[in-house]
């Protein structure tokens, strides 16, 4: 067994993962589990940069986590960033901050990488499982960017689009400066054309109608799974491997974009950093299931995060 530290920082959110790995198997052994809600992505598709208080609040996350690394003794440390630091021109502000706390320089990865560590946490434990078939299509629905990545035991064909529920939020849903509650007709066409045309971006590369099964990663399809299946609170155990059909799925779109604020903040398992986002990703998730022709998605908890962790452990020995 090796003992690794995992943490994928991306647009919305910061996630820590230390767990015993053992390469041969690939059996991770979760020790501690945690994400915080960060908003890195703050502004940066209007700016172009990270601001100052989405930093901060990065940062913090990482001084909380570094305490808990030490304190479960892990070897080795890997620390990954997604799409809002990939696009910022301040980035190394950003790079500099988390040496000083966590003593490791961020990774800042390509979408294609992002893929890969994503279809590896996704799939590893699937082989043989309740009859899902091959090939799997892999979509990773993250705040700033969504991943797309078909495979059998390897992956096949990736594409990363700039499409996340906190872009599509900002891009198409905020006016004045809060979200509108809720939107109009007209900004959520603009949003689903503008999803569609991320759809076509990734078909170019990624042959999305040739999966057999649809495995949806990331907060925003745990929160879809979380509603359909009307949880009392958040729970990891229920969410993992369970399927939510195509028409469930768009029932709780259609809910979630005529709904106000304080409906969607009434939900007990959402998140409340996910409540202002939540819409846009669904309608993300909604709008992959209508173009492949899912009739339901496979809901998974392991994602990324776990991809790091198998690779980093891999790598020691």
């Not at 979760?30 to 992505?41: A, F, K, Q």
């Not at 409540?275 to 994602?303: F, K, Y």
Request: with cysteine; proline share 3%.
């Amino acid at each position: 067994m090796t003992r690794v530290a995992a943490v994928d920082c991306g647009t919305n959110s910061i996630r820590l993962l230390v767990a015993d790995a053992d390469p041969a198997t690939g059996e991770l052994t979760d020790l501690d589990r945690r994400m915080t809600i960060v908003r890195l992505g703050q502004g940066v598709d209007r700016t172009g940069r990270l601001a100052p208080e989405a930093l901060e609040r990065t940062f913090a996350a990482c001084r909380e986590y570094a305490g808990v690394i030490k304190a479960h003794g892990a070897g080795r440390l890997r620390f990954v960033a997604t799409s809002a630091s990939r696009d910022a021109e301040n980035r190394d502000d950003f790079v500099r901050g988390v040496l000083d706390i966590l003593g490791v320089e961020p990774e800042v990865i390509s979408g294609d990488q992002e893929a890969e560590f994503s279809f590896t946490g996704a799939t590893r434990e699937l082989a043989g499982r309740d009859h899902l078939d091959k090939p799997y299509l892999v979509v990773d629905i993250g705040g700033g960017s969504t991943e797309f990545v078909v495979g059998d035991d390897h992956v096949r064909a990736a594409r990363s689009v700039d499409v996340g529920c906190v872009r599509m939020t900002e891009r198409h849903l905020v006016r004045d400066g809060a979200v509108t509650d809720p939107p109009t007709a007209e900004q959520v066409a603009a949003m689903r054309a503008d999803i569609e045309a991320a759809l076509d971006l990734a078909e170019r590369t990624v042959p999305l109608r040739e999966a057999r099964t649809l495995v949806g990663l990331a907060g925003s399809v745990t929160s879809v799974s979380a509603i359909a299946q009307e949880l009392p609170r958040y729970d990891s155990a229920a969410i993992h491997h369970s399927r939510v059909s195509r028409d469930r799925v768009r029932e709780i779109t259609d809910w979630l974009l005529a709904s106000t604020h304080a409906e969607r903040a009434a939900v007990p398992s959402l998140h409340p950093g996910r409540v202002d986002v939540i819409a846009a990703g669904a309608l993300t998730l909604l709008s992959i299931m209508e173009r492949t022709g899912a009739e339901e998605v496979v809901v998974s908890e392991h994602d990324i995060l776990d991809g790091i962790a198998f690779h980093t452990a891999a790598e020691a020995r």
